[in-house]
């Protein structure tokens, strides 16, 4: 083989009369031919590699399309067809999971439909915990009301505004604008034909002094930002010129109540500030910067399993989290909070607890006007936690109210997985019905005609118009009662883990670690409201991992 190579390669320099360009020619033509034989065995090494890359390329290519036609989808929406006021009144209460998932895919062509919220955006919650570090910019959780209404067929009309009664009698929602900007009018009522109340509900506090006037909650923007602000705010002036030692304790303290989903992920978000960050550009806080999570249940998290509350409990350890368990808030002053804690041999004993920063996540509450609107109606005396509804999600004891997330009581938790299923199920069974009444409004239309037809060929065009409508109505699916699928539980634990819960099959798959914390990171993003979000959540991630979050208070 050596030699053939050389063999020809020589032959052109033998050649003398040849000019220079047909020797190159020739001499290149060799060296292929000669080539020729050896050549594959690299092709085929890299053949992969080169049709990995061309894939890795044309996903990329769609993916990058795909965005760019959303947005472009965003940016420039439709016309939309006006409200038609012979159409019945769909009165939404709320923007949050349940009332934008049901909003998603109601047909709004159908009814005319008014969306009444105070708050005007919708809020994607599960990463609210990220907010309170600056980890994630509260804006990019945030999807105005505005886009989700403006993307809808039938035009949506939309009053920011809380409802403080419910006349389910009258059919009455009484509204008022508390936001700082006020017109002339700031009170006036809206009447309905239906109502959906998706209002959620409030923190629970169980009356525990104190709670109200010196904690945080972490239930909207606004408790993100204060907390945010908060701890900047002890970090600042635990370092204060002469402080005491003692009193830089209880401020670089931060004390989580409740260990439930909401607190176990702030507990893990603040420590991961701190040892991320904090501990960098401030590093006089090193020493004394700590978190407790106080739980009144002898374990955190109790919805997860068992090997999950342990792995959730261990990683705090190694975290230098401290939890208290069987140790229950009783009262809460400026600086410190009151707690009852059980001992080991059964016996209880007051401890207190100095903080600096207090966040209260201790659970749901009833809203005002839900409690209001529970007590105009005998069906709801024995209710406790909110509005009892039947399968349908009619709140029991009306005909034309519906209740939808955490402010209705079903069998489920309040969680948004369960709030935006019972949205997207009222979205379906108002499409059913809307087409239904259509369909049944038609009918009555044709049996008139067909009565006063005058001659045979007449009533059996009608007739033949009639047997198709009773077939439509016939096709159009009947829905069946709500049916939860649970998906799975997720939560951030700090330090890049995560635990799951995953629903497969008819079992149970429970995971922890930092793959499930990738999981948890893919799941919520491709679960964000919009592309928008989306990509905001994802730039933010890539900002923090970059520079660090900004340890600046507003
Ligand atoms: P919300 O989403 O709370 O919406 C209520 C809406 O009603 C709001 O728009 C509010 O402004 C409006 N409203 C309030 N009062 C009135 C009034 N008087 N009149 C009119 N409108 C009113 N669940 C999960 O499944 N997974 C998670 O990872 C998860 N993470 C969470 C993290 C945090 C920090 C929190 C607080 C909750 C989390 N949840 C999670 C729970 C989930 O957010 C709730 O179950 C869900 O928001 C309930 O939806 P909703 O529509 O009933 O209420
Ligand atoms: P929660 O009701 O789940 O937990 C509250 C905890 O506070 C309980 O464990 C309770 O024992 C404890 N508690 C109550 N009073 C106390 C006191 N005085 N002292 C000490 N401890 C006290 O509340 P949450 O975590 O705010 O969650 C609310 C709902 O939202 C739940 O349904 C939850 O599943 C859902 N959620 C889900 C996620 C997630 O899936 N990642 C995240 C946040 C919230």
Known sequence: MRSQLLTRTTQPLRATT??????????RRSYADAAAPEAPKPRRRFRFLRWAWRLTLLSGLGMAGTVAYSIYELRH???????????????????????VSLLKKLDTENYNVIVISPRNFFLFTPL????????????????????ILRQKKGRVRYYEAEATKIDAEKRVVYISDDSEVKGDVSHTEVPFDMLVVGVGAENATFGIPGVKEHSCF??????????????????????????????????????VVGGGPTGVEFAGEIQD????????????????????????LPNVL????????????????????????????????????????????????LEKIPYGLLVWATGNAVRGVVRDLMNQIPAQKTSRRGLAVNEYL?????????????????????????????????????????????????????????????????????????????????????????????????????????????????????????????????????????????????????????????????
């Open 302 to 349: 109790p919805m997860f399993s068992k090997q999950l509350i342990d792995y959730t409990e261990s990683t705090f350890k190694e975290e230098k989290i401290t939890i208290r368990t069987k140790t229950m808030v009783k009262n809460v002053t400026d600086k410190f909070i009151e707690a009852e804690v059980t001992n080991p041999d059964g016996s209880k004993a």
């Open 394 to 554: 009619v709140v029991n004891g009306t005909e034309n109210i519906w209740a939808v997330g955490d402010c209705a009581v079903t069998n489920y938790a309040p969680t948004a997985q369960v709030a935006s299923q019972e949205g997207a199920f009222l979205a379906r069974l108002f499409n059913t019905m809307a087409k239904t009444e259509a369909i049944e409004n038609d009918l009555k239309v044709l049996s008139t005609e067909q009565a006063q037809a005058k001659t045979e060929e007449d009533r059996n065009r009608v007739f033949d118009l009639i047997k198709e409508r009773q077939k439509q109505l016939r096709r159009t699916k009947q829905i069946g009662p709500f049916q939860y699928s649970h998906q799975g539980s997720l939560a951030y634990i700090g330090k890049e883990r995560a635990v799951a819960d995953i629903s497969w099959l008819s079992g149970n798959i429970a995971s922890g670690g930092t793959m499930t914390y990738l999981f948890w990171r893919s799941a919520y993003l491709s679960m964000c409201f919009s592309t928008r979000n989306r990509v905001l959540v994802a730039l933010d991630w890539t900002k923090a991992k970059l520079f660090g979050r900004d340890v600046s208070r507003e």
């Open 273 to 296: 500030f701190f040892e991320e960050d904090l501990k960098k550009w401030v590093p006089e806080i090193k020493d004394n910067f700590h978190v407790t999570l106080v739980e009144a």
């Open 18 to 27: 040849l000019s220079r360009q047909s020797f190159q020619q020739s001499f």
């Open 218 to 255: 972490l239930k909207e923007v606004g408790d993100a930002q204060k907390i945010r602000k908060r701890v900047m705010d002890c970090v600042e002036t635990a370092i204060f010129k002469d402080q005491t030692e003692e009193e830089v304790k209880r401020l670089l303290h931060m004390v």
């Open 77 to 99: 929406p439709a016309e939309q067809v006006e409200p038609d006021p012979n159409k019945k009144t769909l009165v939404i209460l709320g923007s949050g999971w349940g009332s």
């Open 128 to 147: 609210l915990p990220s907010c309170t570090t600056g980890l994630i910019e509260h804006r990019s959780i945030m999807e105005p009301i505005r886009n």
